[in-house]
């Protein structure tokens, strides 16, 4: 609300609000990579995670939410890059794990594991601080599976 009116806008928690979820009165964001593969295939699109992103793009964690911005491959005849954003309820990951530069964790899962999200980070202390900030929920079910 703004001066009795309402319409579109955002909250943000307070930098004590901000400390307390993720350890830093600043949200953590961060470069990742989509998938594994550089080169001609990541540019055409055809190496994408379960979200559809492909190549490269941004995560942002304010410990309420995890923000996902980079590239969405369509699926017509002609494969076009679109930008797109996704916000992930932080209360909805699980089974957060790390190896190397890799994150990997679970999305929208209640019980037991669903298909993981895979991240690739500039470097394994950058994967290790997102690990930090990420919910340590695990499924009954869970079992690590990067090594």
Known sequence: MTDGTTGPGSAAPSPDKLQNLIGSPNPFGCKVEFGPNEGFLSLVGWTRNSFGFTGSGTLLTDGIYVWIAGRVANSGLLTALLEENTQLACHQL?????????????????????PPISLWLADATAAA???????????????????
């Open 129 to 147: 601080r997102l690990v930090r900030v990420l919910p340590k929920r695990r499924t009954k079910d869970f079992r690590p599976r990067l090594t």
């Open 94 to 114: 699980a089974n957060v794990e790390s190896d190397g530069r890799v994150v990997r964790f679970e999305y929208n899962v209640d019980d037991v594991c669903r």
